[in-house]
């Protein structure tokens, strides 16, 4: 294999590392002092003082369209990608994406923190989606189930521009600083207000909570467009690997003609794979938390360094690969193995360093 590329696709921090006045900051979002010289994550203090540093003007996702020659969906909304992974997606309709959170009460407002993403699993997604139909019959609204714990919106087209916000960028964030903007907003809006008020007192919430899940306070609807279609001649055997749960990636890897897998227990294991030419996988910090409700956002890249980013410099450093890339905070780190030996590069401590 030449080259893996590791996406940590909700680890954004500036809120927390510059200096950014936090809104209605919770409590257990207060990150701790950093390691020394990120002395938890050492793959991660490696990538970020020896590796090539760019910064990702358009985001992951276009990254990873022209990194599979696709460069034709890079600038596509992330819904248009993500409904080519439904075996029958509406082509003439809208379609957004609608991810469950969790949404923390402050003094003042409602707010996201870094657990707030949620991923339901697939027996509460057909169950949300069956009661939608039945509860908004008639609006013109449907949701459709995703692999990996997310919904899609079908939705009549907007009558104007809508910027979104999504919903990975916005710990410590305000819902009343994220909500839609522009000339087709309002009914975005309003739909948002009334699955709002649809799942306050939904049975699911009730289930989960009793069995102290986190209950969804809406489902964020983000990334809206057309949905995407696959191009003419869309190969039948890729030879890029994708691994994770990703709504995106799917979708854009069944365009391309491949399927997504999910991420492998034995990572160095997958590396040596001699059939494949490259490999990408996503994870998030989100999920790490949820699993472990005692760890805060350092000890959730910890663990994602031990299984992913370390394993494969290592194979880096055997001579098994080329690169190792990551992207993360908007920007992307290339190494190879000779740039170990750029001693003069200054150490960044902790996470810092992906600033």
């Excluded at 050492?42 to 990538?47: S, T």
């Excluded at 190969?235 to 897998?261: I, N, T």
Aim: hydrophobic share 45%; with cysteine.
């Amino acid at each position: 294999m030449r080259e893996i590329v590791i996406v940590i696709r909700d680890l954004y921090l500036e809120r927390e590392l510059t200096g950014r006045p936090p809104v209605a900051r919770a409590p257990r979002e207060i990150v701790p002092p950093a390691g020394p010289e990120g002395a938890t994550a050492p793959g991660l203090a490696h990538l970020v003082r020896f590796g090539h540093k760019s910064a990702l003007t358009e985001g992951w996702r276009a990254w990873a369209a022209r990194w599979l020659d696709l460069p034709q969906y890079a600038a596509a909304a992330p819904a248009s990608v993500a409904a080519a992974a439904l075996e029958n997606a509406p082509a003439d309709r809208a379609v957004w994406l609608a991810t469950p959170v969790h949404l923390i009460a402050g003094l003042t407002s409602l707010h996201f923190d870094r657990r707030s993403l949620l991923h339901l699993p697939g027996a509460e997604l057909e169950a949300l989606a069956a009661d939608f139909r039945d509860t908004f019959n008639g609006s013109g609204f449907d949701l459709r189930p995703l692999e990996g714990g997310e919904l899609l919106l079908c939705a009549p087209r907007v009558s104007g521009p809508v910027t979104t916000a999504e919903p990975a960028r916005l710990p410590l964030t305000a819902i009343a600083e994220a909500l839609p903007v522009g000339e087709g907003a309002p009914a975005l809006r309003r739909l948002g207000a009334e699955i709002e008020m649809w799942l306050h007192s939904h049975p699911i919430n009730a289930a989960r909570a009793r069995r102290g899940a986190l209950t969804v306070g809406t489902l964020w609807l983000w990334g809206g467009g057309a949905p995407a279609t696959s191009p003419p001649g869309a190969l039948q055997e890729v030879p890029e690997r994708a691994y994770g749960f990703d709504a995106y990636l799917r979708g854009l890897w069944r365009l391309a003609g491949g399927e997504v897998r999910p991420i492998p227990v034995d990572w160095a294991a997958m590396i040596g794979e001699p059939r494949a030419r490259r490999a990408l996988g996503v994870v998030e910090v989100a999920e790490l938390l949820h699993a472990n409700p005692s760890w805060n956002l350092e000890d959730a890249v910890a663990q994602i360094d031990r299984r992913l980013i370390s394993p494969s410099l290592a194979a880096l450093h055997r001579g098994g690969l080329e690169r190792v890339v990551l992207l993360a905070n908007d920007r992307s780190f290339t190494v190879r193995a000779a740039d170990r030996w750029r001693l003069w590069r200054r150490k960044r401590a902790g996470l810092e360093g992906l600033l």
